[in-house]
């Protein structure tokens, strides 16, 4: 079992930056891959980035190459999504989540574990 809590959500302007972080409980940590999804009101849960067990291999969609970067601490059980150049449309519930398997997976359905989301909100 994976208990997943986020933080770091918050307001902030168009350009501006927000940093996503991520805390797994268990020991088996590397064993999971991990990604961020993130659902806007009205919208599908989308895929944002994922990151492997090992922290050697990462995924991004197409729209937020470049701007986002996913890295993962392996002795302190977490993940970080540094986000810069947010735009308006970046604005959804982000949720943390741990895969079944150690590798780099865009599917939400290869994700056993989801953390309750956190709210950014990017003002125009």
């Known amino acids: 079992q994976v208990q997943l809590v986020e933080s770091g959500g918050g307001l902030v302007q168009a350009g501006g930056s927000l940093r996503l972080s991520c805390a797994a409980s268990g020991r088996t940590f590397s064993s999971h891959a991990m990604g961020w999804f993130r659902q806007a009101p009205g919208q599908e849960r989308d895929f944002v980035a994922a990151?492997?067990?090992?922290?050697?291999?990462?995924n991004y969609t197409d729209s937020v190459k470049g701007r986002f970067t996913l890295s993962r601490d392996t002795v302190k059980n977490t993940i970080d999504l540094q986000m810069n150049s947010l735009k308006p449309e970046d604005t959804a519930v982000y949720f943390c989540?741990?895969?079944?398997?150690?590798?780099?997976?865009?599917?939400?359905?290869?994700?056993?574990?989801w953390g309750q989301g956190t709210q950014v909100t990017v003002s125009s």
């Open positions: 989540a741990a895969a079944s398997t150690p590798w780099v997976s865009r599917f939400k359905y290869q994700y056993a574990y």
């Open positions: 990151i492997s067990g090992s922290g050697y291999s990462t």
